[in-house]
């Protein structure tokens, strides 16, 4: 079965940092492909970066230059570092991936970690 498990979130105030972490739940199997999403109370859930195998990152417009994707292959894990944390980052945030495991590549979803930013 294919699980990611994620960490890092909690309550911060404004200016505040955090570190989300994506690990896949097995160390047989890999992460390809992989971005984290963000989810407020009553709003979509929206796509915060992305980054491909070959370390290809995208962000949203919101975040660029505070928020930073990167992933440690060996370790099978993605990361999103979070720095100058706004309120308006407090949402579910989870995490996406392309893992190939025992029976080919499929995309799974992490149960999310909340992430609150006070004023």
């Known amino acids: 079965q294919v699980q990611l498990v994620e960490s890092g979130g909690g309550l911060v105030q404004a200016g505040g940092s955090l570190r989300l972490s994506c690990a896949v739940s097995?160390?047989?199997?890999?992460?390809?492909?992989a971005a984290w999403y963000r989810q407020a109370p009553g709003k979509q859930r929206d796509l915060v970066a992305s980054?491909?195998?070959?370390?290809?990152?995208n962000y949203a417009d919101s975040v660029k230059g505070r928020f930073t994707i990167s992933r440690d292959n060996a370790k099978n894990s993605v990361y999103l570092q979070m720095n100058s944390l706004e309120p308006e980052d407090t949402a579910v945030y989870l995490c996406?991936?392309?893992?190939?495991?025992?029976?080919?590549?499929?995309?799974?979803w992490g149960q999310g970690t909340q992430v609150t930013v006070s004023l």
């Open positions: 097995r160390s047989t199997f890999s992460i390809n492909d």
């Open positions: 980054i491909s195998s070959g370390g290809s990152t």
């Open positions: 996406n991936a392309k893992v190939r495991w025992d029976y080919g590549n499929r995309w799974a």
